[in-house]
C-alpha cells in the first residue's frame, strides 16, 4: 500500500472566493484556471500497520499543523476501503526559486493521486477531484493539466473538475513574488470574513458566473487578449470585494502596485499582458509565453532575477514510478 504521485500547482483565471458548504467545500462560484509547468509536488504515501499515528513530512521536516488536514483527508478514503491503516506521507514542493508559492493545490492534488494509487481505489480524475476538494478547493483543479474548470455543483458528488484545453496556444504566465513569507489571512478565514461582510459579494460571484462564460467563449477562439482581460478584472473585481470587507482584506503590497503599474505599461507598448493576482500580494502576469522575454526583461529594470518566474501550462497529475 505504497504509491507515488506528482500534482502541479494552478493559477486561476476566473477566481474561487468564497464557500456555499463549508464543510464539504462546495464554492459559491465556478471557477477556472490554468495548471502551471513550473510548480509542482511529489508525495510519496506509505499505508503502514507498522504506525501507530499519521505522519507527514514536507520537504524533509515534519509539519504537525497540516498533519491534522491530512489525516482527516485520508479518513476519506480509509473509509471507502474499509481500513484504519495509518499513512506516512512526504512531500517535496518544487519550486524554481525559494518562492514561497508551494500551493496547498499542488500538494492536496499530489496526495490524492498518491492515496488513490497505494490504496487500489482506480477512481478516474474526475470522481477523484470530488475528494481532492474536500482536502483543497482549488487543489480539485490541479487533477488535470491546461485550463480546468471547477464546476461548483451543488452535493459532493458533482462539486468537480472539467478538462476545458491542454492551453498550447501560446498562453504562459510570469509571476512576481514580491513577499514569500505565508499569508497573514488564511483564504478559509478571508472567504468566509468577506462573505460576512463585503455588501458587494452577492455581485460578485453573480458576475464570476458572467466571467466564466466569457472566458470558455476567449478559449475556445485561443484569443489571449481577451482570456488575460477577463482574468485581470475578474482577479480585480475579487481584490475589491475584499477590500470592501469589514474590517477590509488588502494583500496587496506596495511592490504589487508597482509591477501592477508596470503591467499596464506593457500594455500600452502593445504586448498581451494582464494581471491574475490571489490572496496574496504576488503578482501574476498572464502572457503570451512568446512574449515572456521581453516581459521579464521590463521586470528586471524592478525587481530581482530570483523574483520572476516564467511558466507554461502543465500536465495532468500524475503516478510516478518509485
Ligand atoms: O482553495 P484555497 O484555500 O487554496 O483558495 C483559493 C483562493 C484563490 O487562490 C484566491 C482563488 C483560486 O481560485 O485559486
Redesign the pocket.
Known sequence: MKAKARAHANI?LI???GKADEALIIPNNS?L?LTLDAFYTDTHVHFDEHLAEDEFILDGKSDPKTLVKISKFADLFRAIKGINTRVRVKSVNHVPTAAGLAS??SGFAALGVAINAALDLNMDAEVLSTYIRQG????TRSVYGGLVEWQKGSNTTDSKAVFIDDATFDLGMVIVVIDKDEKTIS??VGMQHTIETSPYYTLWAKDSARDLEAMKEAISNKDIDHIGSIAEHNALK?HATMMSANPAIIYMQPDSLKAIQMVQAMRNEGLTAFIAM??GPNVKIVCKLSESDQIVSRLKTTFKDEQIIVSGPGPDAYVLEE
Open positions: 486561476a477566481k474561487y472566493w471557477s484556471s496547498s493545490a483543497s478547493g482549488s487543489a483564504s478559509r475579487m490571489d490572496a
